[in-house]
Every structure is written in C-alpha cells, then in structure tokens.
Nanobody, 123 residues
Framework: QVQLVESGGGLVQAGGSLRLSCAASGRTLSSYVMGWSRQAPGKEREFVAAMAWSGSNTYYADSVKGRFTISRDNAKNTVYLQMNNLKPEDTAVYYC????????????????WGQGTQVTVSS
C-alpha cells in the first residue's frame, strides 16, 4: 500500500512560481514511478510529469516542458513539482501519482493517487 499526500498549492499571478510536494509512504517506493497529473474544471485529468524513484529519467507533457521540473528527495520520500512561469491555463487540481510503469503515469492510470491540491493562476 502507498499513501500520497500533496501540499503547496495556492493562488499565484501569471508568471509566478509554486512548488508542490508529495509525501509518500509505503514499503516498496523504490519500485514505483512517481508523477503528477492535473485536472481543470470540465476537462479530463491529464499527465504533467513523471520520474522513477531509482533513476534520474524524467518525462514531461509538452505543455509544461521548460517550465516545470519534477524532482525527488529519497531520504524524505518526497516528490516535488517546481512550476515556473505559470499561466492561467495551468489552473487545475494537481494530483500526485504512483505507478508500476512510466506508461501508468502518462496514461493517468496509476496504482495510487493523492487527494489533490488546487493551483490557481490569475491573469
């Protein structure tokens, strides 16, 4: 079993930055790919970023490449999403995810979801 708890969401002006955190707990975190997805009102949940606990490869949606960075702190069992140059279209609930493969994260079909944290970007 894996538990995921997100934090760090909030209201920010366009062009600003936020850092989301995802505190993970579970017995075999090193075997999971971790990632972030988001869901805006009236839209389907979409992939944002992913990385494996045991490696350094990262994956991003085209819409966030060059602006968002996913990272992890293995000692703290925490995954981060640094979001820079935020745009109003980034407004959504952001969810942390844990899955057995990169595909599980990129297709928004992970084994576990967090409860989500709201990010609102004003113009």
């Amino acid at each position: 079993q894996v538990q995921l708890v997100e934090s760090g969401g909030g209201l920010v002006q366009a062009g600003g930055s936020l850092r989301l955190s995802c505190a993970a707990s579970g017995r075999t975190l090193s075997s999971y790919v971790m990632g972030w997805s988001r869901q805006a009102p009236g839209k389907e949940r979409e992939f944002v970023a992913a990385m494996a606990w045991s490696g350094s490869n990262t994956y991003y949606a085209d819409s966030v490449k060059g602006r968002f960075t996913i990272s992890r702190d293995n000692a703290k069992n925490t995954v981060y999403l640094q979001m820079n140059n935020l745009k109003p279209e980034d407004t959504a609930v952001y969810y942390c995810a844990a899955g057995r493969s990169v595909a599980a994260i990129t297709t928004t079909n992970p084994n576990y979801w967090g409860q989500g944290t709201q990010v609102t970007v004003s113009s």
